[in-house]
């Protein structure tokens, strides 16, 4: 069993976050099924293997989908002082954005570098 999960941040909160869950996060400035990466990474596990960022993990990336914005259910702000008739009843929903999380990627692999050939190599001597 491949357990494989990462600590990502994003809208001041963590979240740990495995392949294939969705996660409700912080309203983000995104379209509707846009493919989006956290570089915000403070660790990644693979099968018992710990790489922890101080603070960020360096070139891990997770991919995630967008898959709808809502808003969170509603609370009620009720402000209250005794003996006084003040009392001040309001509500608020919080937006929020849903995440399907896609891939947990632990190295952003660079392009390899291609080593320039001299003319003596190139000739084989």
């Not at 740990?16 to 846009?34: F, N």
């Not at 693979?46 to 609370?75: N, T």
């Amino acid at each position: 069993m491949v357990m494989e999960y990462a600590v990502i941040e994003t809208g001041g909160k963590q979240y740990t976050v495995h392949a294939g869950d969705i996660v409700d996060v912080e309203k983000l400035e995104v379209s509707l099924d846009e493919a989006i990466e956290l570089d915000k990474v403070l660790l990644i596990a693979k099968d018992g293997d710990y790489k922890v960022g101080s603070p960020l993990v360096e070139g891990a990336k997770v991919l995630a989908q967008v898959v709808g914005h809502e808003r969170a259910p509603k609370i009620k702000v009720f402000k209250y002082k005794n003996k006084t008739r003040y009392r001040r009843m309001q509500g608020h929903k919080q937006p929020r954005t849903q995440l399907k999380i896609t891939e947990i990627l632990a190295e952003a692999k660079a392009p390899a570098r291609r080593r320039r050939t001299t003319k003596a190599e190139a000739d084989g001597s």
